[in-house]
């Protein structure tokens, strides 16, 4: 029998109900990504995990919205990027960090906040449905991110030259999957591990064919330690 799939929304309320710390500490591993992506964006700043204070409070801020997540504040990852941001000013505040800078920055946070949800919120229901079309889904692609960097970085160099060859992206446009020989003939790369990351190399060559700004700087900030 086929596992059944839940979202990302619906995992967060079933950790709070069914009190599953080994998930949700699955979930923050999973969406470490994303905590780096949204701190970066914050401090406007590269962001060092083993150094950065900002980073663990960051990473405490997803561990509270996931407690006080509820299904009418939208999709759990806008709402989290919303808390992380308020727990890191309130933390630079605290520290009097560039308290100056930070001022002109709390008084156009509500609107910025405001744009980031929409946004945000926009791409990922688009992209959730472009998905669809590709009989693919969002949690089951977080689920199988290359743990390796070496896996990872070489499934973003396959989707980088998939996506500057027009012939190619038309195909997969058409045939709604990945041309697993032939990208392994043309790019001289394992068959075997284009198979084994195929659903991976498709969602970031889809970020990038149907033009997700806010998630394609989101893969280009996870594959900025990837030589080129």
């Given at each position: 029998m086929a596992k059944t799939?839940?979202?990302l929304d619906e995992e967060i309320l079933d950790i709070q109900k069914n009190k599953k710390d080994d998930k949700r500490n699955t979930i923050i591993d999973q969406y470490t990504p994303f905590i780096i992506?949204?701190?970066?964006?914050?401090?406007?700043?590269?962001?060092?995990v083993e150094n950065d204070e900002e980073f663990m409070i960051a990473l405490e801020a997803f561990n509270e919205a996931i407690n006080r997540y509820q299904?009418?504040?939208?999709?759990?990852?806008?709402?989290?990027?919303?808390?992380?941001?308020?727990r890191i000013l309130d933390y630079l505040k605290g520290k009097k960090i560039d308290i100056d800078e930070e001022k002109d920055v709390r008084e156009t946070e509500s609107n910025e906040s405001i744009e980031d949800?929409?946004?945000l919120n926009f791409e990922m229901k688009r992209f959730k449905k472009?998905?669809?079309t590709y009989n693919l889904s969002f949690d089951v692609l977080t689920e199988n991110n290359p743990t390796h960097k070496k896996t990872r970085c070489r499934c973003f160099s396959i989707a980088k030259k998939v996506v500057t060859d027009e012939s190619m992206v038309q195909w997969i446009k058409e045939?709604?999957?990945?041309?697993v020989t032939r990208l392994s003939?043309?790019?001289?790369?394992?068959?075997?591990?284009?198979k084994y990351s195929k659903e991976y190399i498709?969602?970031?060559?889809?970020?990038?064919?149907?033009?997700?700004?806010?998630?394609k700087d989101y893969i280009n900030y996870i594959g900025g330690d990837c030589d080129e």
């Amino acid at each position: 029998m086929a596992k059944t799939k839940i979202n990302l929304d619906e995992e967060i309320l079933d950790i709070q109900k069914n009190k599953k710390d080994d998930k949700r500490n699955t979930i923050i591993d999973q969406y470490t990504p994303f905590i780096i992506k949204a701190t970066s964006d914050i401090l406007s700043r590269y962001i060092e995990v083993e150094n950065d204070e900002e980073f663990m409070i960051a990473l405490e801020a997803f561990n509270e919205a996931i407690n006080r997540y509820q299904k009418d504040k939208g999709s759990f990852l806008t709402f989290s990027k919303v808390v992380i941001r308020s727990r890191i000013l309130d933390y630079l505040k605290g520290k009097k960090i560039d308290i100056d800078e930070e001022k002109d920055v709390r008084e156009t946070e509500s609107n910025e906040s405001i744009e980031d949800e929409v946004s945000l919120n926009f791409e990922m229901k688009r992209f959730k449905k472009i998905l669809e079309t590709y009989n693919l889904s969002f949690d089951v692609l977080t689920e199988n991110n290359p743990t390796h960097k070496k896996t990872r970085c070489r499934c973003f160099s396959i989707a980088k030259k998939v996506v500057t060859d027009e012939s190619m992206v038309q195909w997969i446009k058409e045939k709604k999957r990945l041309p697993v020989t032939r990208l392994s003939r043309e790019l001289k790369a394992s068959k075997r591990m284009i198979k084994y990351s195929k659903e991976y190399i498709l969602s970031l060559i889809l970020v990038y064919i149907y033009d997700l700004d806010e998630l394609k700087d989101y893969i280009n900030y996870i594959g900025g330690d990837c030589d080129e």
